[in-house]
C-alpha cells in the first residue's frame, strides 16, 4: 500500500463518486439516449436545466427507429409544460424555477409532473424494442442532519469533525476555517463522507471550522465548531490513556467502480500505530492506499475488493491494542457475458436464443418480445433458468426483437436479437375446417380439409394440441400421413379445454398454421370421494359436512352427492339419500341416541357416482341429563394440506354452557382403517396422539402442523363445561400429498435417438434417420435436430428442425460441405440431452463461381501468361480449368480457341499469338460433376517486335558478307606477319614469346574451366607443323557450337553457362588439356567436332576463316529465334595482332547474336598482307567434319552442338558441368563465370 495525498485528492475523488452513481449535475441542456442496454439511468435535473430523451433501436439494428412511445411510471405518458414530445420522437423535459422562486403550490405540482420513470418503445423494420428505464428526480438539498461538534485537542493530536446531510445529487462536501476554504494541506483530510480530519495539530490550527455542502440545488453551511489546542500532556483525560477506536469503520456496500473510503481514527498516549488487514488472510491488494495516515482509500472499488478489513492500532512499546472491522461489500451491476444472435428460421422450424449474464448477487434473467414480457406456452419455453429461449413450429406471430433483461440489486442489463421468419414461395396454403370432436372424456376426434392451395403438393400433416386454460401449458404434436385428413386423440384429461390446431408440409416447406379448433373433453366419474366431518347437535341427529372436491378430482361438474348410512355393522340395512351438488351438509334425523352409526359419501357428475369414501362412525349423545353434557360443535370441516389440517367449526346448541374445546388427533394406521368395531370418540385422551389442546371458547379454527403428506389422519373436537365434556365431532381424512417432482428429476430425462444415420440425398439435401431411444420410461412427444457446417462454433448459424417422425430431409444446405447433425428427444414436459455427432458431406455440384482473381501479363511477342485462384465456391474438386481466347469477342464461344489445364495449376502460359494485337480472355472450372460459369472478359496486347526480330534474310546475308570480308583482309594480314616470325615454327605448339618484330597471331578458346588447376587453351589457329599438335578427343566435350561473328549468345536451358573464344596473348601451358564444359567419363564416345577444330595438315592459317565463311554461308537467309536446347555454348571471338613497334594489345571484340560496338583498331596495326588464301582445302575439311554437328529446328541460321551436361539430350549420363572461366584483360588468372555446382 502506498500514501496518498488526502488534500489533492479528495475533491476529485468526490466527483469521481457521484460520476459512477451516475448522478453527476447535468449541463444546462445535454441529450440522454435510451436503448437496450445497461440501466437504469439516473438523471437528475437542476434549476434551469434540460434534458432530451432519446429513444434507440440500439446495437440490434440499424436507423432510426419509425415510430417513438413513451410510457411514464408504466403507464402512457401525458404531455405538460414541461413535457414535450420532439418531431423526432425525443422526449424533452425541462426544470425552468429555482428552488427559492418555486411556491408551496407549484414545487410539488411541478415535481410530480417531472420525475418519474421514464422508458420508451422503439418501432423498427424488424420489431419493437423496449429501452431501458431513466429515472429522472430534481435536484435538492436538504438541511443538515449532523453538525459539526467543538473539539478540545493536544498538540501534535488528531481532531476530527463530521457533518451529515442529505441531497440530490449527492452534495460535495468542503470545509472552512474562520470561514475561509482550508488550503490543501497533507495534514488536512476531507473525506467524501463529510469528516475532516486535521494531522498533528498545532496552534495555528485553533479556530471555528463549519462544513460546506454544494449540489446543483443549492449550497449549505453547517453551524460553526471551535477547535481549541492545549499543550501536550495538559489533558488529564488524554494523559497514560489506552488504546481507543475514536472512529471506527463502517459495514459498506458499493456498486463496482465507485469509490470507497474505510475510516480508522485511534487515540492513545504516545500515539498509536495503526494498520489493516483482512480478516480472511488474503493480502490486502495493491491499488488500495492509505489516506493520510490511517484510512483506507479505494478509488474504483471491484468485487475482488470485498471482505472483512480489520484496522488494529497499537500503543507503542507495550502489548496493548485495539482492534475494529468492518465489512466491505462489492456489488457488480449485471454484465450480458453471451448476448443472444440474430437468427433468420423458415416457417414450422425452431429457434433457440442463448443469453449468460454476469454480476453479483446473481442477476435473474427475463425475456421479452416486441418489448412486451414473454409468456411461455407449448410452443415457447424458457429453460436453463430462463437463459435459454426455445420456441417451437415458428409462425410469422413469433418474428420480431427478443430482449434478454438480467437484473439484480445493482442495475440491469439488455441485450435484443431479432428473429426473422422466412415465407418460400409455393408453400401450401393453411388447412381449413379444423374441427374437434369429443368421444369421451379421455378422447376426441380431430378431421380437417386439404389446404386451397398447392394441395397436390403435400407429403404428410402435423396436428398440435394443447391445454387452452393456464400458463406454460405443454404442447404435443403426431405426425399425419398424407392419406388422411382426421386423427383421434386419447390420452386427454377429462373436463378439460383443449386447443387444436393443423399445418400441412410440403418438400418446400409447411403452411401456415390453421385456425384453432376449441374442444371441452366429457365428464368422468370423480377420482375421489369428500372427506366427512360428522356431529350430533342432538341425540337423535347427526349432522353430516364435507368440502367440495377440486377440479383435479371432480372430472367434471359434481352435479349431485349420495350419503349412506346404517347402524352399526348392519351393512344389509343400508339407507341412502341424495343432495344437489351445491350443498356441502346433511342432517340425519329419527336415529336412536347412544348408538354407533357409520357413515360414508360419494360425489356423483353426469357420468355417474364415484368411489365412496371409507364407512365412518359416529356415536349419536345419550337421551338422559342433556342440561349438563354439551352437544358436539356444529359444522365441523377440515381443509387438508400438504403438512397441515386446517380445523374450522361452529358453537353447538346452548353455547353459554360451555367453557370451552378440545381437540384431539392422530394417524390412523393401515390396520385400523378397516376396523370398525371400536366406537368414535370412545377411546381415552392416552388413545390420541396429540392432544388435548384446550382451546377458548370463542375460539373457532385451529390449524394442525407438522404431518406427514398423503396420511390418513382423525380428527375430533368436544366442547366442555365446568362439569364433563360434551359429545365428539369426529372428522376423518388425509392430508395432501407432497407434489411429485418434476419428470425429469424422478425418471430422469430421455434418452437421446438411437442409430442415428446421415445419407447425402444430393448437392443441397441429406436425409437423416434414428430410432427410438433403447431404453426409456418417457413418452416420446418429438424430436428436435441441430445441424450446422462441421466444427462451427458461431451460434447464429446452427439451424434447429422438429420432426415428429424418426426421419427428416434437410435442404437448402451447401454443396460439397461437411455438415454435423445432432438429435434430441423430447418427453412429456421434459427434454434429453443431444447425442452423438453425425457427420455427412453433400454430394460435389458444378461451380457456381468462375476463377477468382485473373491477371493477364504478356511475355513476347506471341506470349502470353495467366495467373489465377480457385472459384470461391468450387462445389467439388476441380480436377480442369478451361482457358478460352480470342481476338474478336464478339464471336460465337465455339469459334473462341480453347486450352486446359490440370486442377492444381494456377497459371499457364500461351504461345502462338500474333505481336501488337488484343486478345480477350476467360476462365471456367470443372468439377466431375460439370463445367461452371466462365469469368467476366479480360483483354490483353501482346508486346511489339523488336528490331531484332524484324530483320529480314536479306539485311541478315549482307551483315555477314560484309563481315566475313573484312575479316579476310585482317587474316591475311595476320597470316603474313605470322610468316615472318622464324621463332614461332621452331615451337610444338604455338607461344607466347614471340619477338617484337615478328607480330604473333594466336587464339585461345575457354569453353569451360578444365578439372586441373591449369587452364586448357586452344594455342592458335596456324601451325606450321600439323603433326606436333596433338589434341586427345577425351579431352573435348561432346558438342560444341560455332559461332559466326553475328552469331548470338544462346542461353543455358538450365545453367546458362557461357563460352568464349578469344585471341589473347598466351600465358600459359599448351591447351593439350580438355577445354570442354562437360568433363567426360571414361567409356563415353568422344565428341564428333573434335576434329573440327583441328586443322589438317597443310589448312594452316585458313581455319578460322573457313569456319567462318561457312557459317555465314551454310544456311543464309533464314531468322535466327533463340535455340531452346539445354547448355549452349556462348562465343566470344578475340583478336588481337601484336607489332613490334607497339607494346599494346589493342582487342577487338565480336559478339554473337548482340553486336556490340567495335573499337577500330589503329592505323599501324593494319599492314598488308601478302599472298592469297586458299579456302578449297580448308572447306571441305571443315564441311566434313561439321556434318557431326546437331542442327536444330526451327533454330538460328547456325549449326549448334548440344554440349549437354546430366541431362537426357547428352549422349553421355553421367556428364557433368563444370565451370565456365573468363581471364579478365591484363591479368592472368582464371575467373569463374558461373558458380560451382555442388
Not at 767 to 790: A, C, H
Not at 1157 to 1162: F, G, R, S, T, V
Amino acid at each position: 500500500m502506498a500514501r496518498g495525498d488526502a488534500g489533492r485528492r479528495l475533491l476529485a475523488l468526490s466527483f469521481c463518486l457521484l460520476a459512477t452513481r451516475g448522478e453527476l449535475p447535468l449541463p444546462q441542456k445535454t441529450t440522454v439516449e435510451l436503448s437496450c442496454d445497461i440501466g437504469p439511468l439516473q438523471v437528475i435535473l437542476g434549476p434551469k436545466q434540460a434534458v432530451v430523451l432519446d429513444c434507440s433501436l440500439g446495437a440490434a439494428a440499424t436507423g432510426p427507429p419509425s415510430r417513438v412511445t413513451w410510457n411514464k411510471d408504466g403507464d402512457v405518458m401525458l404531455e405538460h409544460d414541461h413535457l414535450h414530445l420532439l418531431p423526432n420522437g425525443s422526449l424533452w423535459l425541462s426544470s425552468r424555477l429555482e428552488p427559492e422562486d418555486r411556491n408551496d403550490e407549484e414545487a410539488p405540482r411541478s415535481q410530480k409532473v417531472i420525475e418519474g420513470s421514464y422508458s420508451c418503445l422503439a418501432h423498427g423494420p424488424l420489431g419493437v424494442v423496449a429501452s431501458q428505464v431513466a429515472v429522472v428526480k430534481l435536484a435538492t438539498l436538504a438541511h443538515f442532519s449532523l453538525h459539526p461538534e467543538p473539539q478540545t485537542v493536544e498538540e501534535n493530536g488528531t481532531a476530527r469533525f463530521e457533518c451529515h446531510i442529505e441531497g440530490l445529487p449527492a452534495p460535495i462536501i468542503t470545509w472552512e476555517k474562520d470561514q475561509v476554504t482550508l488550503p490543501e494541506e497533507p495534514r488536512l483530510i476531507t473525506l467524501p463522507n463529510g469528516v475532516l480530519q486535521i494531522l498533528d495539530v498545532q496552534d495555528g490550527d485553533t479556530g471555528s471550522y463549519r462544513c460546506v455542502a454544494t449540489n446543483s440545488a443549492h449550497r449549505r453551511f453547517s453551524s460553526e465548531a471551535p477547535l481549541r489546542v492545549a499543550l501536550r500532556g495538559s489533558l488529564v483525560a488524554t494523559r497514560g490513556q489506552d488504546v481507543v477506536i475514536v472512529a471506527a469503520p463502517e459495514n459498506t456496500t458499493v456498486v463496482s467502480g465507485q469509490s470507497v473510503v474505510m475510516e480508522c481514527v485511534a487515540s492513545a498516549d504516545p500515539t498509536p500505530f495503526v494498520s489493516w488487514v483482512r480478516q480472511d488472510g488474503k493480502p490486502i491488494s495493491t491499488d488500495v492506499i492509505v489516506l493520510g495516515r490511517t484510512n483506507l482509500l479505494i478509488a474504483s472499488a471491484q468485487p475482488w475488493h470485498s471482505g472483512i478489513y480489520v484496522c488494529r492500532a497499537n500503543k507503542p512499546r507495550t502489548r496493548d491494542f485495539a482492534t475494529a472491522a468492518a465489512e466491505l461489500r462489492v456489488l457488480a451491476a449485471p454484465a450480458i457475458s453471451q448476448a443472444p444472435e440474430a437468427l433468420s428460421r423458415t416457417r414450422a422450424s425452431t429457434a433457440r436464443f442463448v443469453c449468460r449474464a454476469s454480476g453479483e448477487p446473481r442477476p435473474a434473467l427475463r425475456w421479452l418480445h416486441n418489448g412486451a414480457p414473454l409468456r411461455p406456452n407449448g410452443r415457447v419455453k424458457v429453460q436453463g433458468g430462463g437463459g435459454s429461449l426455445v420456441i417451437t413450429q415458428i409462425g410469422l406471430q413469433d418474428a420480431g426483437f427478443y430482449q434478454c433483461v438480467a437484473e439484480n440489486s445493482a442495475g440491469t442489463a439488455c441485450a435484443a436479437a431479432p428473429l426473422s421468419v422466412v415465407v418460400r414461395e409455393g408453400l401450401p396454403s393453411a388447412p381449413t375446417r379444423v374441427t374437434a370432436t369429443p368421444l369421451s372424456s379421455s378422447a376426441v376426434l380431430v378431421a380437417w380439409e386439404r389446404p386451397e392451395l398447392h394441395s397436390e403438393q403435400i407429403i404428410g400433416f402435423s396436428l398440435h394440441y394443447q391445454k387452452a386454460r393456464g400458463v406454460d401449458n405443454v404442447e404435443y404434436q403426431f405426425a399425419v400421413n398424407n392419406d388422411t385428413t382426421e386423427l383421434q386423440v386419447r390420452d386427454l384429461e377429462p373436463n378439460t379445454d383443449y386447443e387444436f390446431y393443423v399445418v400441412a408440409y410440403s418438400q418446400l416447406g409447411a403452411s401456415r398454421t390453421s385456425s384453432p379448433a376449441l374442444v371441452h373433453t366429457l365428464d368422468d366419474v370423480p377420482s375421489a370421494a369428500p372427506q366427512l366431518a360428522l356431529s350430533s347437535p342432538n341425540p337423535s341427529d347427526i349432522r353430516v359436512a364435507w368440502l367440495p372436491l377440486p377440479p383435479s378430482l371432480s372430472n367434471g361438474q359434481v352435479v349431485k352427492y349420495k350419503i349412506e348410512f346404517s347402524l352399526g355393522r348392519e351393512e344389509d340395512q343400508v339407507f341412502s339419500t341424495e343432495v344437489p351438488g351445491n350443498e356441502t351438509q346433511l342432517t340425519l334425523n329419527l336415529l336412536q341416541p347412544n348408538k354407533v352409526y357409520q357413515v360414508r359419501i360419494s360425489a356423483g357428475t353426469g357420468a355417474g357416482y364415484g368411489t365412496p369414501s371409507q364407512w365412518m362412525q359416529h356415536r349419536t349423545p345419550g337421551a338422559h341429563n342433556q342440561s349438563h353434557v354439551p352437544f358436539a360443535p356444529a359444522e365441523l370441516k377440515v381443509r387438508a394440506k400438504t403438512e397441515s389440517l386446517v380445523v374450522s367449526w361452529q358453537p353447538p346448541p346452548h353455547p353459554t354452557q360451555i367453557s370451552g374445546y378440545k381437540l384431539y388427533w392422530r394417524e390412523v394406521g393401515a390396520e385400523e382403517e378397516a376396523d370398525i368395531d371400536r366406537p368414535p370418540g370412545g377411546r381415552g385422551d392416552q388413545a390420541w396422539d396429540v392432544g388435548p389442546v384446550r382451546l377458548k371458547k370463542k375460539v373457532k379454527q385451529y390449524e394442525l402442523t407438522q404431518l406427514v403428506p398423503g396420511r390418513l389422519y382423525e380428527v375430533k373436537l368436544v366442547a366442555f363445561n365446568k362439569h364433563e365434556d360434551g359429545y365428539a365431532a369426529v372428522w376423518k381424512g388425509k392430508t395432501e400429498k407432497a407434489p411429485t417432482p418434476d419428470l425429469p428429476i424422478q425418471r430422469g430425462p430421455p434418452l437421446p435417438p438411437a442409430h442415428v444415420h446421415a445419407e447425402s440425398n444430393s448437392s443441397t439435401s441429406i436425409w437423416l434417420r434414428w430410432k427410438k431411444p433403447d431404453f426409456t420410461t418417457v413418452k416420446i412427444v418429438n424430436y428436435t435436430v441441430r445441424f450446422g457446417p462441421w466444427g462451427l462454433r458461431n451460434a447464429s448459424l446452427v439451424t434447429y428442425y422438429t420432426s415428429s417422425g424418426e426421419d427428416i430431409l434437410i435442404g437448402g444446405l451447401k454443396p460439397f460441405t461437411k455438415y454435423e447433425f445432432a438429435v434430441q428427444s423430447h418427453g412429456v414436459d421434459m427434454d434429453g440431452p443431444f447425442g452423438s455427432v453425425v457427420e455427412r458431406s453433400t454430394l460435389p455440384d458444378r461451380p457456381s463461381t468462375p476463377p477468382s482473381d485473373l491477371r493477364l501479363s504478356p511475355l513476347t511477342p506471341s506470349t502470353v501468361r495467366l495467373h489465377w485462384c480457385p472459384p470461391t465456391e468450387p462445389n467439388g474438386e476441380i480436377v480442369e480449368y478451361l482457358i478460352l481466347y480470342s481476338d474478336n469477342h464478339t464471336q460465337p464461344e465455339h469459334q473462341w480457341t480453347l486450352l486446359t489445364t490440370e486442377g492444381n495449376i494456377f497459371s499457364a502460359e500461351v504461345h502462338g499469338l500474333e505481336s501488337d494485337t488484343r486478345y480477350f480472355f476467360k476462365m471456367g472450372a470443372r468439377t466431375e460433376v460439370g463445367p461452371g460459369p466462365f469469368s467476366h472478359l479480360q483483354d490483353v496486347i501482346t508486346l511489339q517486335e523488336t528490331l531484332s526480330d524484324s530483320l529480314d534474310v536479306h539485311s541478315v546475308t549482307g551483315i555477314i558478307v560484309g563481315v566475313c570480308l573484312g575479316l579476310l583482309c585482317l587474316l591475311a594480314c595476320m597470316c603474313a606477319g605470322l610468316r615472318r616470325s622464324p621463332h614461332r615454327e621452331s615451337l610444338p605448339g604455338l607461344s607466347s614469346t614471340a619477338t617484337s618484330g615478328n607480330p604473333a597471331l594466336y587464339s585461345r578458346a575457354r569453353l569451360g574451366p578444365p578439372s586441373l588447376p591449369a587452364a586448357h587453351e586452344l594455342e592458335s589457329l596456324v601451325h606450321p607443323h600439323p603433326q606436333d599438335w596433338s589434341l586427345s578427343p577425351s579431352d573435348v566435350e561432346d558438342k560444341a557450337e560455332v559461332h559466326s561473328l553475328m552469331g548470338g549468345s544462346v542461353s543455358d536451358c538450365r545453367g546458362h553457362s557461357k563460352r568464349k573464344i578469344s585471341w589473347a596473348q598466351p600465358s600459359g601451358p599448351s591447351w593439350a588439356g580438355s577445354w570442354a564444359s562437360c568433363e567426360l567419363p571414361q567409356g563415353c564416345s568422344r565428341p564428333a567436332l573434335t576434329h573440327a577444330l583441328l586443322p589438317p595438315a597443310g589448312t594452316g592459317q585458313t581455319l578460322l576463316l573457313q569456319a567462318l565463311v561457312y557459317d555465314a554461308i551454310k544456311e543464309n537467309g533464314r531468322k535466327k529465334p533463340p535455340p531452346a536446347c539445354r547448355n549452349q555454348v556462348e562465343a566470344e571471338v578475340i583478336v588481337h595482332s601484336n607489332f613490334g613497334a607497339s607494346k599494346g594489345s589493342p582487342d577487338l571484340h565480336l559478339q554473337g547474336l548482340e553486336p556490340e560496338p567495335e573499337e577500330p583498331l589503329p592505323a599501324e596495326t593494319l599492314a598488308p598482307t601478302s599472298g592469297v588464301v586458299d579456302m578449297s582445302q580448308g572447306g571441305d575439311w571443315l564441311g566434313r567434319e561439321l556434318e557431326g554437328c546437331e542442327q536444330e529446328s526451327p533454330g538460328p541460321d547456325r549449326l549448334t552442338c548440344l554440349p549437354e551436361a546430366a541431362s537426357a539430350s547428352c549422349p553421355c549420363p553421367n556428364l557433368q558441368p563444370s565451370k565456365a572461366l573468363e581471364e579478365a584483360p591484363g591479368n592472368s588468372q582464371p575467373k569463374a563465370l558461373c558458380p560451382q555446382s555442388s
